[in-house]
């Protein structure tokens, strides 16, 4: 019989249910804490919707298939087209800027590799609505916070930041063409994968690419690290200072922050993606063993194209498994907690309906409460409550129901006392919350 | 532009979000009272864990298709197969009895009508590994108090609860034989949908379906309500005493966990399965005027059927729809909470910095904060304050920085008062929380 998911796909049993509890808790009240609002849309959609804005040649990575009414359907792999087509539907009655996240599975068929999933689920923050660099500095603001929530500090984790409008003023100011724009970007991208020998070509100009000189002065561009020396080449080539000045309150608001030490402001993070018009950034951890653990910026033309709403736009998505590996690796994994905090045991079958009873009134005051599901004697019972790591167990007899009594045994401490019952719901609560 | 979802399946903006958050944190709240352990499988499953135990009769209703590795696989329509699986792949290392619950959308190609979906959110409740009847006591204890938990009282909702072994009996002391059971089971599962001439029919046994006055009698037992007539009736039949005894015990623990008044014992439930073996219940609305809320029983053969791991359990499920319908009805929807708590406004362009600083102080305080993100003047920034639903607003002014204060206004009371820097976070909070 089959007992294993589908390759690439994953069970959550309790405990890494738990794990996954944690990440989603936690992400939910950061984005809260900025205003942000939870949504979310279906994970199949029309095809056509990512294809609009990845073109054909996505499908071979999609969980695409015909359903029984003969539409084109896909499981979604990114959340961005559902957004666009969302904020289209209901754009005119919507207070802007709007402020919404989402925590959803997405589905990709990758070619299988070890570390590589075909689902995943991801964190998508959009800002609405907002054009001006101030809704960058939030978006950008709320990334970092996201994995301070979780203990990682500027030691641990840096966001690499640039921006589209300084890049291309720089590659200018260097020589290239609006025509060779794309493709710069493009040599940027890959720089950090390419061999020496890649390199030396474009420095060269073997390749007769970008024309003599040209390349050489490109690599000069991507190579600028810190916004000191970004500014002063910026100083050095035409309407290099309009460029850079929302990039440089960006930067001033996440100082005014207190978050400007987790930034590096590093030319060379340009984001494979076409429609980013303005600020990029990446989450790394800060050795660089790992992939991505997010990525975003802002992409004012996108809504426009994929839904028709005309919206600039500032936003990221985070996922759950590089976020989750540098957790485990810096040991950043909260205990898992107990299934129960109380268990109630009876000293004799008569008591079974009074062990009933005070099981379900300890329910209802909000406790997790366990007790044995078929007779056992009252050393078996407080085994099954050590087994289930309950806190606390409630012991009725027939001798403690005729004074209209329990015994509340502390289990960590291996203390005992008797409460009255009237009072046992409270006496619990306090011990339960005491550690 | 596409800006609707496919047919059947819903978007969630934040308002229908936060009313899906709240049916899932209820659910999730009582379901821990229990004991019970939030796990989650894969919304895409290999098509034959869904043929293996509906037949192939199902792909009708599937979302299925061909993967691109050539794998027949299918949207999840429902859980159990799931969860057969993942306790056969790790059967073994489990305590028993395993406790779990999980919170998923399931996918049916349904035809097009009225209130009909396509995707739907689903619980799903097992109990694995006690066959006695405390077992199913403490399922149906949790089913009650899942919907108590939204305020729904006996008086609007009811449990309607039978027996198989019980029903069995009393069918074969009313002269059926074993063979004509599942055709039994079947009639008496329509019976309330049956127009009163298709009941004539098997009163007559004009179809001679059951014999001359099988069909009568059939009637009889499937019109008993109550344990009392039930309990009687069972006195009366060979085997009625030991069939009807798993089921007395399960009344009485319901009795003794003060849930009773919610049940109706109903021997006209026999769900449309044919795995379940022992109790089985619906949860309706009392006026019956939607589909059944909830509805689960005791199968204790389906595990070893499904995934090779013979354990008994007992399940239900209880899905967003018509609960959501039942809620909404009864005006017991609460108010989605305001995106924000705190508004921070400045009073000159020199006061960015603070209102920036003040802001992420206070998010770092927990609370939901939010700002201008543009140059506003004071009047615009506190109207958008207004908007949002803010609580309080803090306002920084030259004045108040050079007092190292900053004005508290509340915004709902209209009052104002100056306090010092290092106090706003606990002020603010304090104010907050007043409500």
Known sequence: MQTQPLPGFRDFYPAEFAFRAHLFETWRRVCRRYGFEEFDGPPLEPLELYTAKSGEEIVGQLYNFEDKGGRSVSLRPELTPTVARMVAARAGGMKKPIRWFSIGQMFRYERQQRGRLREFFQLNCDLMGEPGPLGDAEVIALAIDLVRAFGLEADQVRV???????????????????????????VIDKLERMKPEQVADIREDRDERFGPGVGARLLEVAALRGWPDVQAALAKVEGGAEAGAPFAEVLKALEAMGLAGFVDVDLTIVRGLAYYTGTVFELFDAGRSLRAIAGGGRYDELLKLLGGVDLPAVGFAIGDVVLG?????????????AAIEVF?????????????????????AGLRVEYALRAEN????????DTRSA????????????????????????????VALARVADDV???VADG
Chains 1, 2 share one sequence.
């Open 378 to 385: 009252l050393g078996k019972q407080l085994k099954l409550a």
């Open 429 to 431: 609560k306090a011990m």
């Open 344 to 364: 109630v045991a009876g000293v004799t079958a008569e008591d079974q309906p009074h062990v009933l009873q005070l099981a379900h009134l300890l329910r209802e």
């Open 160 to 186: 690499r930041l640039s921006d589209r409008r300084v890049l291309q003023a720089l590659l200018r100011g260097a020589g290239l063409t609006a025509e060779q724009l794309p493709s710069a970007y493009a």
């Open 325 to 337: 590996e540098l957790l485990k690796e810096r040991g950043l994994v909260p205990p898992a907690p």
């Open 391 to 418: 806190r606390v167990a409630v012991v009725i007899g027939p001798d403690d129901r005729a004074r209209g009594e329990v015994q509340l045994k502390d289990l960590a401490g291996k203390t005992q006392r008797a």
